[in-house]
């Protein structure tokens, strides 16, 4: 039997699927495995190509396979369903994914370590914990407005309701109603503590690694996003340039292009969501500060004169994505631009 240098693996919880082709392209292996045969099965194989999609667990499962010497590469699952022939079951995956491996312009993903996935594990965890946050506010304050009792629009202005809440001689809150909202307020609190706890360990992480300490000097990226962009981006060298990167997190524009002609639409919203809404969160605040108190950033002068605000702080967000490639790629810390005098 001919030797295995190509294998796609369909990951799942219980079942993998087994697709082994040789040098020629010729099916060597087609099996399913348990969990606990996966590890035992490719420890026996030499040394060879392993393609999996990125998804939930992929990134475990390239580390133990390549500490075993193989070469192991994860891709995008939409980059491997065109290769999927008619019906869709784990076979067919398995054997598309050995096939979208080895294509030579196929787009790869990094593995990530341990490390990364722990801190944007984090990051998700303090999101998760702002979501809940913001449904406790809403439906505090919906409970409330329905006895007439209403606050200022901001999260700061909560207390407000929070201390009505805990008036027992407000009589404005019948005593049913107020066991409801002291349940809702007690959660809330809650949340709050464990957010803070979060942001603390995010800055702490921050503080040690100096990828994330590097990315925190351009304008528009702060703690919160220079950690998250460095433990996301596992490998910048993937990225051929920094429009590149900036088109992985979904802020170039769509292309409808053909005959010659170039028809440009919204931004693509495609890849990581999250980053996306990180850099033009923080492009927003240096939009807002560069209304209030002016800026020495002609390039941002200008865009902010031209254009809207959502649009001026997408462009600003695409030009940060840039940046940050450009300093993980590089190295060295953001320099502000040099304000050249007109003569």
């Known amino acids: 039997m001919s030797d295995v240098t190509t294998i ?32 035992l099965f490719f ?18 499962w390239a580390r133990e396979i390549a500490a075993l010497g193989h070469e192991v590469k994860l891709m995008p699952p939409h980059y491997v369903k065109p290769y999927v022939k008619r019906n869709k079951n784990d076979a067919a995956d398995a054997e598309a994914i050995c096939e979208a491996v080895t294509r030579p312009t196929m787009r790869f993903v990094a593995v990530k370590s341990a490390e990364q996935q722990s801190v944007l594990m ?26 007439g ?33 002291k349940g809702l307020a007690r959660q809330l609190r809650s949340l709050e503590r464990e957010i803070i706890g979060a942001e603390r360990r995010i800055h702490a992480w921050h503080r040690t690694n100096e990828e994330s300490r590097r990315l925190e000097t351009t304008p528009g990226i702060g703690p919160i996003t220079a950690s998250a962009l460095a433990s996301s981006i596992a490998n910048p060298s993937i ?8 088109a992985w997190i979904g802020l170039v524009p769509r292309q409808n292009s053909t005959g010659g002609k ?4 919204r931004i693509s919203k495609q890849g990581d969501q999250y980053l996306r809404w990180l850099l033009v969160a923080g492009a927003m605040t240096v939009i ?13 002068a200008d865009i902010i004169t031209d254009k809207p605000t959502k649009v001026a702080a997408v462009a600003l967000a695409n030009k940060n994505a840039r940046i940050a490639w450009a300093l993980l790629r590089q190295g060295g810390t953001y320099q502000k631009p040099v304000t050249v005098p007109v003569a």
């Open 8 to 39: 796609g693996v369909d990951l799942a919880k219980t079942v993998f699927q087994i697709h082994g082709v040789d040098v020629s392209g010729v099916i060597v292996i087609r099996k399913q495995l348990r969990r606990r045969q996966v590890l």
């Open 43 to 60: 420890r026996k194989q030499p040394p060879c190509l392993v393609g999996m999609e990125a998804c939930a667990t992929a990134h475990y």
């Open 122 to 147: 984090l990051h998700r965890t303090r999101e998760l914990l702002v979501r809940q946050r913001t449904m406790l506010v809403n439906a505090s304050r919906a409970h409330m407005a329905e006895f």
């Open 149 to 181: 009792v209403v606050a200022r629009t901001g999260l700061p202005q909560v207390k407000e309701l929070l201390a009505v809440i805990a008036d027992e001689e407000d009589e404005r809150i019948p005593p049913l109603a107020r066991t409801c909202l």
């Open 239 to 246: 990225f051929k340039s920094g429009r590149s990167m900036a």
């Open 262 to 265: 170039e028809r440009m639409g």
């Open 288 to 300: 807002r500060h560069a209304k209030r108190r002016g800026t020495t950033d002609p390039w941002l």
